[in-house]
């Protein structure tokens, strides 16, 4: 029997997924806000359903496998705010259903680890939004809910090298500042790996090996560019959109054991040494 994929808001991360599914005979179907994207989301194999606007309850009642990348907001889950009933309806019928939230639920910890046992304790508005989320998704009975805590995600078209060469890149000094990052594969194959072991009600962290302060991401991005190192400013003295400060609100490392004890991921990319030289040798290879 087929396996079918319901993909919910089928951005970054999901799109890195598709192709692991794909030759494995799986049916995608994911959605989108925007009608100007559906175009170029079929041309990836999937079906395409625009949501909020389609009736999307006939493709959950088929699907066995949920994927919920939309993010929250003041009103809350945008899915849930639309399908909660369908989800308490078709819970039964689902194998696993996944839901990607941010380790900003963990708050500041002053460069300290955290793991899947931390007391949440967000403190940003986007942080407090997600903490609600899980929560929301949490309470419908009998869900096969697995929660993803994704730290800050890079991958192909998503990376310091763009700025760095257009002399844009900042290295923003902030003492004892650190931030854990996942690359993007390394996301789809832990999807991949608990699709394949579900364990419902699990929460996973997906992150690096290296917590890292940013500033050194972008040295090493423009060592491998071969440009000049930007200079140092002071976190104080940087003139910062609200939105960019606030990232630098907390700081925390980030504990990844349990997708790696649990599910058997073995990172592709263990440090940002490791992504950058990768995603940089695809650029390379594109360009030829």
């Known amino acids: 029997m087929t396996s079918t994929l319901l993909s919910f808001g089928h951005g970054f991360s999901a799109q890195a997924l598709t192709p692991l599914l794909l030759p494995e005979g799986w049916r995608v179907i994911g959605t989108t806000r925007s009608a100007d994207k559906m175009a170029g989301l079929r041309?990836?194999?999937?079906?395409?359903?625009?949501?909020?606007?389609?009736?999307?309850?006939?493709?959950?009642?088929?699907?066995?496998?949920?994927?919920?990348?939309?993010?929250?907001?003041?009103?809350?889950?945008?899915?849930?705010?639309?399908?909660?009933?369908?989800?308490?309806?078709?819970?039964?019928?689902?194998?696993?259903?996944?839901?990607?939230?941010?380790?900003?639920?963990?708050g500041d910890h002053d460069g300290g680890w955290v793991d899947e046992t931390t007391p949440l304790a967000p403190s940003t508005r986007r942080g407090r939004w997600r903490q609600e989320a899980e929560a929301a998704w949490q309470s419908i009975p009998g869900l096969p809910l697995h929660i993803f805590r994704l730290a800050g995600i890079y991958g192909p078209g998503r990376g310091p090298f763009a700025k760095v060469r257009k002399g844009t890149a900042r290295r923003i000094i902030k003492p004892g500042q650190v931030f854990s990052r996942i690359?993007?594969?390394?996301?789809?194959?832990?999807?991949?790996?608990?699709?394949?072991?579900?364990?419902?009600?699990?929460?996973?962290?997906?992150?690096?090996?290296?917590?890292?302060?940013?500033?050194?991401?972008?040295?090493?991005?423009?060592?491998?560019?071969?440009?000049?190192?930007?200079?140092?400013i002071d976190f104080d003295k940087a003139e910062m959109t609200p939105m960019a400060r606030s990232f630098y609100a907390e700081s925390k490392r980030v504990r990844n054991d349990r997708i790696k004890d649990e599910l058997g991921v073995?990172?592709?990319?263990?440090?940002?040494?490791?992504?950058?030289?990768?995603?940089?040798?695809l650029e390379k290879a594109r360009t030829k």
């Open 43 to 106: 041309e990836t194999g999937i079906e395409v359903l625009r949501f909020p606007g389609d009736d999307l309850r006939p493709a959950l009642e088929m699907a066995s496998h949920v994927l919920i990348s939309a993010g929250p907001d003041a009103g809350g889950d945008p899915v849930l705010a639309l399908m909660r009933q369908a989800f308490v309806d078709c819970a039964p019928n689902l194998k696993w259903v996944g839901y990607l939230s941010t380790t900003g639920v963990y």
């Open 266 to 281: 073995e990172l592709k990319y263990p440090d940002y040494r490791h992504g950058l030289r990768a995603l940089l040798a």
């Open 183 to 232: 690359h993007v594969d390394d996301i789809a194959q832990v999807l991949r790996a608990s699709i394949a072991q579900p364990n419902p009600g699990a929460i996973y962290n997906l992150c690096d090996d290296d917590p890292a302060p940013p500033q050194d991401v972008i040295a090493y991005a423009a060592e491998l560019l071969g440009v000049p190192v930007p200079p140092p």
